[in-house]
């Protein structure tokens, strides 16, 4: 399995009344998640669809980046609510939404920091307690053989956003 680590774009900051939860892109945001989504779909070119599945946080800013990258890459915009995604990105709670697809799957998660760079170290290095710092809107792709509690992982590129909008 190729799983792609993505971080949401640039929100707007939370209005009164407005919860963390709500808070959509900014305008920013939704252009830089656009043109790095391109890039992402250039550099994924080849295979039909580039991305199996993309699995999101709930919460809106991530929902909606997922939603970007959906129909950028793959054209169309269907996304996949993994609550998981907004409480830590642990690997055993998002295993039982991984383990529903074929390991020769693409799968995209679309999340937070810090927990979508806590994942990508222990992917790297389970138990060292190791974490990369992903900026908004930067993706990290690993391969793993198999999808189990304790998976081998292959780092295979990190790209940040301003590098995968270069691809375009």
């Not at 709500?22 to 890039?39: H, I, T, V």
């Not at 999101?56 to 909606?64: G, M």
């Not at 290095?125 to 053989?145: M, N, R, T, W, Y």
Request: aromatic share 6%.
């Amino acid at each position: 399995m190729d799983l792609y680590l993505i971080r949401h774009a640039d929100a707007i900051d939370a209005d009164s009344g407005m919860t963390d939860a709500e808070r959509p892109l900014s305008e920013d945001g939704q252009e830089k998640m656009r043109k790095g989504a391109k890039g992402l779909r250039n550099l994924l070119s080849g295979n039909f669809p580039p991305i199996d599945a993309i699995l999101t946080s709930p919460l809106l800013r991530a929902l909606e980046s997922a939603r970007i990258i959906a129909s950028m890459v793959n054209e169309d915009d269907t996304v996949v609510e993994c609550p998981p995604l907004a409480e830590g990105s642990k690997w055993e709670a998002l295993l039982p939404f991984l383990s529903k697809y074929p390991n020769t799957c693409r799968i995209a998660l679309v999340g937070h920091e810090p927990d979508l760079g806590a994942l990508a170290g222990w992917l790297l290095a389970p138990g060292s307690g190791a974490s990369f710092s992903l900026k908004k809107g930067s993706a990290v792709c690993f391969e793993i053989e198999e999808v189990t509690a304790e998976p081998e992982a292959e780092l295979l590129w990190f790209l940040t956003p301003k590098q995968l909008r270069m691809l375009r």
